[in-house]
């Protein structure tokens, strides 16, 4: 049986603007310049200012007023919208002015000067293995043959792709037959390329075969060879003893052998994948200066130019707001126009926005963090978590979490993510909170200076940050060298 019944909810909307405002929040400043020219694609009401970058859109003021296609247009429909419409706010004098704020870093005046901006032009490693393959003696079958095993290489370097896998590929995708014999012949000529180890299918083929382009008359090598092909387990474990033994070794014999072996580069590829990452790049965020003991903050804004509306949009409505004839056509091409300006004013505010909230939060991170950015010690820091930050900021934590993603700070003593600068707190045996951070850096100390002969276990590594006063347990230590990414005592011992 059906019942009709009355309920009351308490629910809470984001609106468009606070929508927009929260994904730009979120957009680092290597990316926001892509961010504005989208805005600027989708909305013509919507321009760069006299100093921007681009020619100002529909400066023609003699232009004729046209009627934007109606697809481009929904109205509601009713004669109200058409019969008030009230454009005062957007011809009143002094309107057209540009923004009361710039984009630009008034600390770092040369980022105002027109530059040309250089393009890095570089080579992949894909490309660079098909150009030694174009200088070998192929038939077009072979070449396209070696053309699809070098594609199957990833960027490390290695061919993981099962030789049966790329005969069923170029079958269904170029139609070409072949066999895994055939395959394999075309995959050791593309083994003889530079880098040295391309096109391997695991470490150890790799690793064999970089020494096979060594002296092979070196003692140092033949025996490099032995460790790899028969005991590359045990090497990989560095149970050394187990090889001196087996291979009747010296001391020395076993350091040189070794030293052959890390001197071998484990991803052949790793040197162009990393050039190819825009990752690599870091656009820093923030500036912060040491001047004379006093810190100062500044924004990098050199990617978000000046932002106005567009003159030819105000000029439509100064016609529009002159003239006598005013029809429903065109009273619906000003609504349009209005339309379009309201969105651009609410874009030139999230722009706004953003910069006020990115600058009051770094100014809290600055001053809450300000005896490492004097002084570079990580072992200064303090804990700190995101709700210290939205507590001195008044800002909700989501907002300080979007903030931190993915946004870097430039100091003196290098650029480091914001991220970094939140952690956990430890309590020592005199009661106070110490930053995880700095018994990080303690235990990375710790281990730096340690006997690589003798490396120290994590039981050895607790008892020491305990001495110091540090409350943790061995499981923890254990955590935080993981955290740190520096492999357990066996695996950092060396001869």
């Not at 187990?242 to 072996?261: F, H, M, P, V, Y």
């Not at 965020?285 to 932002?307: R, T, V, W, Y």
């Not at 995880?436 to 002969?453: F, P, Q, Y």
Request: charged share 35%; with cysteine; hydrophobic share 30%.
């Amino acid at each position: 049986m059906l019942k009709q019944t009355q309920q009351q909810k308490l629910l809470q909307k984001l609106s468009p603007q606070q929508i927009q405002l929260m994904k730009l929040l979120q957009v680092p400043t290597a990316v926001l310049e892509e961010r504005i020219k989208e805005e600027l694609e989708e909305n013509p009401a919507l321009e760069y200012g006299e100093d921007g970058q681009e020619e100002d859109f529909n400066k023609d003021n003699n232009e004729e007023f046209e009627t934007p296609a109606e697809e481009e247009f929904e109205p509601d429909g009713s004669e109200n919208e058409y019969d008030n419409i009230d454009i005062s706010e957007y011809v009143s004098e002094g309107d057209d002015e540009i923004a009361d704020y710039k984009l630009r870093d008034d600390n770092y005046p040369e980022q105002d000067e027109t530059r040309t901006i250089p393009v890095r032009v570089e080579t992949t490693f894909h490309d660079h293995l098909l150009s030694q393959l174009g200088m070998q003696t192929l038939d077009d079958r072979e070449r396209r043959i070696a053309e699809q095993i070098i594609g199957s290489i990833d960027d490390d370097g290695y061919l993981r792709r099962e030789t049966g896998a790329i005969v069923d590929d170029l079958s269904f995708s170029q139609n070409i037959e072949t066999t895994e014999e055939e395959i394999r012949q075309l995959i050791k000529l593309i083994q003889t390329f530079d880098p040295p180890g391309v096109c391997c299918t695991d470490l150890k083929e790799c690793l064999l075969l970089q020494l096979k382009r060594k002296n092979q008359e070196d003692p140092g090598v033949l025996t490099a060879t032995q460790i790899l092909e028969n005991y590359f387990d045990e090497f990989t474990k560095k149970h050394y003893e187990k090889i001196q033994r087996s291979l009747n070794l010296s001391d020395e014999d076993l350091r040189e052998a070794i030293g052959q072996i890390i001197k071998l580069n484990p991803k052949p590829g790793g040197n162009y994948s990393v050039l190819n990452k825009a990752e690599s790049y870091v656009i820093p965020d923030f500036f912060i200066l040491n001047n004379n003991g006093k810190l100062e903050l500044s924004l990098n804004s050199k990617n978000a130019p000046d932002l106005r509306i567009s003159e030819g949009y105000r000029e439509m409505l100064k016609e529009y707001d002159r003239g006598d004839k005013k029809d429903k056509r065109q009273k619906e091409a000003v609504l349009f126009i209005k339309q379009k300006i309201d969105a651009a004013k609410w874009f030139i505010d999230a722009i706004k926005q953003r910069q006020h909230t990115l600058l009051s939060t770094m100014e809290a991170i600055m001053n809450y963090q300000h005896d490492f950015f004097l002084t570079g010690d990580e072992t200064t820091m303090k804990p700190m978590i995101l709700k210290d930050i939205a507590d001195i900021t008044q800002l909700d934590i989501s907002t300080v979490s979007r903030v931190a993603n993915s946004k870097y700070v430039q100091t003196e003593f290098g650029t480091f993510k914001l991220k970094f600068f939140f952690s956990e707190s430890l309590s020592t045996d005199s009661g106070e909170e110490v930053s995880t951070r700095e018994v990080k850096k303690i235990l990375a100390d710790m281990i730096g200076g340690e006997n690589k002969r003798k490396p120290l276990s994590d039981e050895n590594l607790t008892k020491m940050l305990q001495d110091k006063g540090y409350n943790i347990a061995r499981r923890t230590v254990a955590k935080y060298r993981e955290q740190l990414n520096i492999p357990v005592a066996r695996l950092r011992k060396e001869l």
